[in-house]
C-alpha cells in the first residue's frame, strides 16, 4: 500500500474516496435519467366490461393449475398432498442419493419434478 502511494501520489482519503462517489452519483443520475426518460406501465388495463377472472402470481400458477385438475372433494388431494409429496422428494434427495446409480436416480427425480411444475405453470400461464 505504501509502495503504490509512492508511486501515484494519492491516498485512499479523500482522492480515491472522492472518485468513488463520483461514479456512484453518475451511475445513480444515469439510472434516475432512465427511469425519467422510459417510465414503466402501471400493471395490465382493467377492462370492466368483462368478467373477473382471479388468478395468482406466477410462483402458485402450479398449484392454481393442480386445483383446475383436482376440483370438489378431491381438492385436498391437489392442494395439499401432491404439493407436500413434491416437498418430500426434494428434501428426501440426499438421503436417496446412495449406491452406484444413485446420483442419476434423484437426479431424474428431481427433473421430472420440476418440468411438472413448470409445466403446469406454463399451461396456467397461457390459459383463459
Known amino acids: 500500500m505504501v ?21 456512484a452519483f453518475v ?7 432512465l427511469a ?8 395490465r388495463q382493467i377492462d370492466f366490461s368483462a368478467q373477473y377472472r382471479p388468478k395468482p402470481e406466477w410462483y402458485f ?7 383446475r385438475y383436482f376440483p370438489g372433494r378431491t381438492a385436498f388431494f391437489g392442494t395439499v398432498v401432491i404439493p407436500i409429496a413434491s416437498m418430500v422428494i426434494f428434501i428426501c434427495i440426499p438421503y436417496l442419493d446412495r449406491g452406484k ?8 427425480i428431481g427433473m421430472a419434478v420440476l418440468f411438472v411444475a413448470i409445466l403446469f405453470t406454463l399451461i396456467a400461464a397461457f390459459s383463459p
Open 36 to 43: 425519467m426518460a422510459f417510465p414503466q406501465g402501471i400493471g
Open 101 to 108: 446409480h444413485g446420483r442419476l436416480t434423484t437426479s431424474a
Open 27 to 33: 451511475v445513480i443520475e444515469i439510472t434516475v435519467l
Open 61 to 67: 400458477l402450479w398449484l392454481y393449475q393442480l386445483v
Open 3 to 23: 509502495l503504490q502511494e509512492r508511486e501515484t501520489g494519492k491516498k485512499f482519503y479523500p482522492d480515491y474516496l472522492i472518485e468513488i462517489l463520483f461514479v
